[in-house]
Structures are given as structure tokens and as C-alpha cells.
């Protein structure tokens, strides 16, 4: 198959890299994208296309693997550009964001969410897939270190599951950090550390490696963040722990631009924001 792949970021690479392993020619669209997106896609071997005709002439399917924010307006685009065929959105939105972009993208449809690093070894990442297009979609990534794993016929079941599990995950880090943040605005960090070493083995070491892990990335897990309230709102359950942890990450945003971020960059972002 020709499949279009919106955009090659750092974990969108690795799945174009199992489609190509699987056997389909991937073309990107290189319009408004960075260096650093161009660089991977170049490095991957997928074609670039400059223009939205060159992008969706011939074109058999379409993966978008982008920002949870952006992820409705993209299929927005792809409607209006007049492409209806299969479209796999394997975005961390909710399941009402889900069947949004369902709605825009038409009958073939099917949902995504994506759990584990970018796929460069197989065993770590897989790519869940849900709606009454799933098997067949799953049956794209024969080959590659990335997993495709069908999980049923309703159009929102894999996004559920990704809401599921980065709510513990990402929810668990930014709680993390508020505290490592919060120990040190009121000056007992060498007594928390202490105590964290006597009953929570661990936890010191935990929390720097989050820092380091998220500081990067926490501009995009606010949407994922915003995203994973809604879920559990939509379900008569308490959505504000999330929209907290959306704030955390959103004051962590800016370490996107340092480089090399650690956990004293990240406390001084929690506790002073960029002032
Ligand atoms: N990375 C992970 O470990 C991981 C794990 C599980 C799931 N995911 C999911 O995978 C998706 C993307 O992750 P990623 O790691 O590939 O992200 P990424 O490295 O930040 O890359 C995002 C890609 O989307 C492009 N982009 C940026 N802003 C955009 C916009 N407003 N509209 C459309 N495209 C835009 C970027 O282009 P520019 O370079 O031009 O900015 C880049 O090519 C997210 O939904 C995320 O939740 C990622």
C-alpha cells in the first residue's frame, strides 16, 4: 500500500518504520514541518511530498501520530483536501475526541493508541487498534518492532485503553514531581529524601528519573493531560487529578527549548514557572 504518515515525530518515525518493514511505501508531508521532523523522515527513507496533491494521489491509507491537540484539525485537513479512505488515528485522545475525528474522517475509520517508547526493537511499544476496521488495519504492521494488537469493534475502545493507562503513568509522574516541587518550597527535602529512603526505596532515584524522562515532553501531555479528565468525566468520575497534572506539565513546558533538562530545572519551572 501507499500510506501517508502525519507526522514522522519521534515516536510517528518508528511507525512508518514497520509499515516500510511490513512491505508499504511511506510518503510524509513536509509542509510547515520542522528540521528535526525532516531529518527523521529523510534518514527513514519515506518520500516527501510538498504539496497536498502529491500527498494523496494513490494514496491506499493514512496514519496521523501527532500531537493529542492537534489531532481533530489534522483529520479536518484531510477531509477538506477530499481523502476518505482508511484513516488510523493513533493519538492519546479520549474516546469523545475519538469519535469526533471518526465523525470527520468517515466510514473507515479506525482508532489507535500507542503504549510504550518509540518502536526501535521489537517487545516494547504496541499499537492498539479498535472499530469494525481493526484487523485489517493491524494486518498493515505484519512486520517491524511495532505491535499491532486488535482489540474490538467499538471506534473508541483502544483510545479508552490509552486514556487508562496514561492516567496512571503520566497522572503518577506529575504527582511526582508537585512533590519533589513541594518538599522544596517548604525546605524539607534532606528530611523527605531521608524518610523516602527508610520507606519508600526508591522513590528519590524514581522522581529524578521522571524529571529527566518528562521535562522534554511535558508540552505535549498537557492536551494528553486535558484529554484523560475528559475521559473520566464523560464517566461520572472525578476528572480534576488530571487537569492538576495538566497545570504541572504546563508549567514544565518551556524545558521543551533547554537542553539536557534535570530535576532541579524542573523545580524551579513547578515552583517559579519561566519568570
Ligand atoms: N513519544 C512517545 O514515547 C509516545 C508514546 C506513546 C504514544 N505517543 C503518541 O504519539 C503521538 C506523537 O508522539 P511523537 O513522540 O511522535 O511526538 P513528537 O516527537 O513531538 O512529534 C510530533 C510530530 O507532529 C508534528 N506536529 C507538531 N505540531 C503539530 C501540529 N500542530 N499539527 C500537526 N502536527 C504537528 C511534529 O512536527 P514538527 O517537528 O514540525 O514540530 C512532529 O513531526 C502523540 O499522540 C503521543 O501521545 C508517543
Same mark, same amino acid.
Given at each position: 500500500m501507499n500510506v501517508a %504518515? %502525519?507526522?514522522?515525530g519521534d515516536m510517528g518515525v518508528t511507525v512508518g518504520e514497520t509499515l516500510k518493514a511490513s512491505g508499504h511505501s511511506v510518503r510524509w508531508f513536509s509542509r510547515d514541518r520542522s528540521a528535526d521532523t525532516r531529518i527523521r523522515a529523510e534518514s527513514a527513507g519515506f518520500s516527501g511530498c510538498e504539496t497536498p496533491a502529491e500527498l494523496f494521489s494513490g494514496l491506499d491509507a493514512l496514519v496521523s501520530v501527532c500531537p493529542p491537540g492537534a489531532a481533530l484539525e489534522q483529520a &479536518?485537513?484531510? &477531509?477538506? /483536501?477530499?481523502? /476518505? +479512505?482508511p484513516y488510523l488515528d493513533a493519538n492519546a485522545v479520549s474516546p469523545a475526541t475519538a469519535r469526533a475525528i471518526s465523525e470527520v474522517a468517515g466510514p473507515q475509520f479506525v482508532d489507535g493508541g500507542i503504549i510504550g517508547p518509540p518502536a526501535r526493537q521489537p517487545g516494547t511499544?504496541?499499537?492498539y487498534l479498535s472499530g469494525p476496521a481493526a484487523e485489517q488495519a493491524a494486518a498493515w504492521f505484519s512486520a517491524g518492532p511495532l505491535e499491532a494488537i486488535a482489540v474490538g469493534a467499538d471506534p473508541a475502545s483502544a483510545s479508552a485503553l490509552k @486514556?487508562?493507562?496514561?492516567a496512571y503513568t503520566k497522572g503518577? /509522574?506529575?504527582l511526582l514531581l508537585n512533590v519533589r516541587a513541594l518538599a522544596e518550597a517548604e525546605s524539607v527535602t534532606p528530611a523527605l529524601l531521608e524518610e523516602w529512603s527508610l520507606s519508600q526505596a526508591g522513590l528519590a532515584q524514581r522522581s529524578e528519573l521522571t524529571a529527566r524522562g518528562t521535562a522534554g515532553k511535558a508540552w505535549r501531555f498537557v492536551d494528553e493531560m486535558l484529554e484523560i479528565a475528559a475521559t473520566f468525566e464523560a464517566c461520572g468520575l472525578p476528572g480534576g487529578f488530571h487537569r492538576s497534572a495538566a497545570d504541572v506539565y504546563?508549567? @514544565?513546558a518551556p524545558l521543551k527549548a533547554v537542553a539536557d533538562p534535570n530535576l532541579d530545572d524542573v523545580l524551579q519551572y %513547578?515552583?517559579? +514557572?519561566? &519568570?
Open positions: %504518515l %502525519l507526522h514522522p &479536518r485537513w484531510v &477531509r477538506n /483536501s477530499g481523502y /476518505s +479512505g511499544t504496541r499499537l @486514556m487508562c493507562y496514561a503518577l /509522574s506529575a504546563q508549567r @514544565m %513547578l515552583l517559579n +514557572g519561566d &519568570r
